[in-house]
């Protein structure tokens, strides 16, 4: 049983910053990710990271999101730079552990033009 708890969410103007951290129960070694829903639209992917580090971003972030992993305090992170209203979604954490996806409960990013 894994659990996940994200925080960090909130209110920003355009082209302001947030930092969201996702905290785990249990020490990871499984690739970790960032998810968003938008209202009416389907969640999608962000950002992943593995254990070693390697990670990766979907276009629309790319350049303007960075994600970390912090092993010894199992906490994974999003710094989030130049943010748009395009942005404005609900963020979720997800993690993989022997086949079963665990979720965050997911903390909200408004961001106002």
């Known amino acids: 049983q894994v659990q996940l708890v994200e925080s960090g969410g909130g209110l920003v103007q355009a082209g302001g910053s947030l930092r969201l951290s996702c905290a785990a129960s249990?020490?990871?070694?499984?690739?970790m990710e960032w998810y968003r829903q938008a209202p009416g639209k389907q969640r999608e992917s962000v950002a992943s990271?593995?254990?070693?580090?390697?990670?990766n971003y979907a276009g629309s972030v790319k350049g303007r999101f960075t994600i970390s992993r912090d092993s010894a305090k199992n906490t994974m992170y999003l710094q989030m730079n130049s943010l748009k209203p395009e942005d404005t979604a609900v963020y979720y954490c997800?993690?993989?552990?022997?086949?079963?996806?665990?979720w965050g409960q997911g903390t909200q990013v408004t961001v106002s033009s």
């Open positions: 990271i593995t254990y070693t580090g390697s990670t």
């Open positions: 997800k993690t993989n552990l022997n086949g079963l996806n665990y």
């Open positions: 249990v020490n990871l070694l499984s690739p």
